[in-house]
């Protein structure tokens, strides 16, 4: 299967976030000049990573998009069998750093471009950077689609959802909170304000705030869970036992159902630094700060009578639909005013995992849907 070629290929290529994606735009461009596809990219700000734009077929309107992002998660810390960048079988199953999230999808669609010839309506390859880390590249890519391109019928966003309809996900926002108290010997708490101690006191609040959302949200809402979540992930600080600690950072998420406003959210924790707890801290000393910062932020996503996800199921086969938890760039494109739906090979209970991989099944799955993309597209 030609397919599985192109996904080695790009398993191949270690584009985990925190490094360049160029070798595998590079290796995209000339497979797709190779079959006489010509193909853009839209860089980073710093020139180190890029997106890629190509159309195949006819510049008319009412054709599809086809979005992917090309990085990955680290492996770091991750208990492999195997070559994390080594494409390879066993059984039933293809392993690789990528191979579900979400190199499989754009390895299929690429395979394809051979019997796109026909194509009476195009095809538009987005290919991203930066989506693991919060869909940093997409918005600057989907802002040419929709100034330069013609008008598209719609955007697929192939995600691992084991080729069924997602038409809602999550938005996020990921945030770092740097509390700075102020040192001194631990015998002599009263004169010390503990970094430390206050970031706990700050994630208490947080785990508080997550428990209220999961009470006051209706659990029906087809989200699972089914509240808006927040989440404390990483916590730096301190110095020695003996010393009391004069920072302390962590970093947070908030995951939110479309329903509800991240924003205010944050504000409601500023708030609460800043008339619960700066008071005591500056009572003892005057230098002691709290302050959060926003990382990364990708809206929540909420397209449930998308102009296509009829197409979608059915060239997939399945009618039923799903909301998810985890976020994508489909909120990104919905926002630019393009009808969208997730749908691609894989399941999500496998990304970002030690061993991932995408079951051949679901790699079979993926070149019918996708065949039968371009079969509509060209008749």
Not at 92 to 110: H, N, P, Q, T, V
Not at 242 to 266: A, K, M, Y
Not at 267 to 278: G, I, P, Y
Not at 328 to 355: K, M, N, R, W
Request: hydrophobic letters at 35%; one cysteine or more; glycine letters at 10%.
């Amino acid at each position: 299967m030609e397919s599985l070629a192109v996904i080695e290929n790009l398993v191949g290529f270690e584009t985990v976030s925190r490094d360049s994606n160029l070798p595998l735009i590079d290796f995209v461009q000339n497979f797709l000049y190779d079959h006489g596809v010509d193909s853009r990219r839209v860089p980073s700000a710093d020139g180190r990573k890029s997106n890629l734009i190509a159309t195949v077929g006819p510049l008319e309107p009412g054709g599809i998009v086809l979005s992917g992002h090309t990085d990955v998660v680290p492996v770091d810390g991750q208990d492999w069998s195997r070559d994390p960048f080594a494409f390879h079988r066993r059984g039933e199953r293809w392993y690789g750093r990528g191979s579900c999230d979400m190199k499989g999808f754009i390895g299929i669609a690429l395979s394809l471009v051979p019997q796109m010839n026909r194509l009476r309506r195009p095809i538009h390859f987005a290919l991203s950077y930066d989506e693991e880390v919060g869909c940093l590249g997409a918005p600057d890519m989907i802002e040419v689609i929709r100034q330069e391109l013609p008008e598209p019928a719609g955007v697929i966003v192939g995600e691992p959802t084991s080729m069924a309809a997602v038409t809602a996900h999550k938005g996020i926002v990921g945030l770092r909170t740097t509390v700075r108290g102020y040192e001194a010997h631990s015998s002599q708490t009263h004169r010390g304000v503990s970094a430390v101690m206050t970031a706990a006191r700050l994630v208490s609040h947080l785990e508080q705030v997550a428990d209220q959302l999961s009470k006051e949200t209706p659990s029906d809402n087809g989200f699972e869970p089914h509240a808006t979540s927040v989440h404390v992930g990483v916590i730096h600080g301190g110095t020695a036992l003996n010393i009391i600690s004069g920072e302390c950072q962590f970093t947070w998420d908030i995951r939110n159902i479309p329903d509800d406003d991240p924003q205010v959210l944050i504000d409601n924790f500023e708030n609460f630094c800043r008339r619960e707890v700066l008071p005591g801290m500056r009572a003892r000393h005057q230098g002691c700060s709290i302050d959060t910062e926003v990382l990364a932020r990708a809206p929540a996503f909420d397209d449930s009578n998308s102009s296509i996800l009829g197409l979608v199921q059915s060239l997939s086969g399945r009618s039923e639909t799903y909301k998810v938890a985890y976020g994508t760039e489909a909120g990104q494109y919905q926002g630019a005013g393009f009808p969208t739906v997730l749908c691609g090979p894989g399941s999500i209970d496998q990304a970002h995992q030690p061993d991932e991989y995408i079951e051949a099944s679901e790699v079979e799955a993926g070149q019918r849907f996708l065949q039968a993309l371009v079969n509509e597209l060209s008749s």
